[in-house]
């Protein structure tokens, strides 16, 4: 399975800030919780990620 894989499972995506004082992605599907807990500084560079991907996905459809 890789990025191009398409799936049909439905997952809700929560984004967070935790009473630690990191940055929480929460992942759940049906049977499957996944907490991803990042420092703001990493949160920052996967946001910085998710813009460049989502400009490199508006070139790609024209």
Not at 28 to 34: D, R
């Amino acid at each position: 399975m890789g990025i191009n894989t398409e799936r049909d499972i439905e997952a809700n995506l929560q984004i967070g800030p935790t009473d630690q004082g990191m940055v929480r992605l929460f992942i759940e599907a049906p049977g499957t919780e996944i907490p991803m807990d990042f420092d703001p500084e990493e949160a920052e560079e996967i946001a910085e990620e998710i813009r460049a991907a989502a400009q490199a996905a508006r070139a790609v459809k024209g």
